[in-house]
C-alpha cells in the first residue's frame, strides 16, 4: 500500500523559501515518476512541478525559474525547493506518483499547507 508523507510547510512571507519532502513508502520509488500539487482554496488541484524516474522536470508556468523539484531515490524521498514565494502561492502541497500526462496515479495524503503572506 502507497503511503505518502509530505512535510516542510508553513508561513512565509512574501519572497521567502521553503523546502518541502515527500517520503514514500509501499512502492519502489525509483521506478515512479513523481509530481508535487497544491490545491488553494476554491481552487481545483494543479500539478506544480513533475519529476521522472530519470530525473527529467516539469513545471507550471506560474512557478518556473521560482521552483525546483528533485528527488533521492536512495531515500525515497522527493523535494521541492520554493524561493522567491508569492500569496498566491499560498495552497496545500501534495506529492503523489505520476502517470505519464502527470496526472495523480494515486490516493492522496495529508498534504502540508503553505501560506505566504503579503
Known amino acids: 500500500q502507497v503511503q505518502l508523507v509530505e512535510s516542510g510547510g508553513g508561513l512565509v512571507q512574501s519572497g521567502g523559501s521553503l523546502r518541502l519532502s515527500c517520503v514514500a513508502s509501499g512502492i519502489i520509488f525509483r521506478i515512479n515518476h513523481m509530481g508535487w500539487y497544491r490545491q488553494a482554496p476554491g481552487k481545483q488541484r494543479e500539478l506544480v512541478a513533475g519529476?521522472?524516474?530519470?530525473?527529467?522536470?516539469n513545471y507550471a508556468d506560474s512557478v518556473k525559474g521560482r521552483f525546483t523539484i528533485s528527488r533521492d531515490n536512495a531515500k525515497s524521498t522527493m523535494y521541492l525547493q520554493m524561493n522567491s514565494l508569492k500569496p498566491e502561492d499560498t495552497a496545500v502541497y501534495y506529492c503523489?506518483?505520476?502517470?505519464?500526462?502527470?496526472?495523480?496515479?494515486?490516493?492522496w495524503g495529508q498534504g502540508t499547507q503553505v501560506t505566504v503572506s503579503s
Open positions: 519529476i521522472t524516474t530519470v530525473g527529467v522536470t
Open positions: 503523489n506518483l505520476a502517470n505519464m500526462d502527470w496526472r495523480a496515479a494515486a490516493s
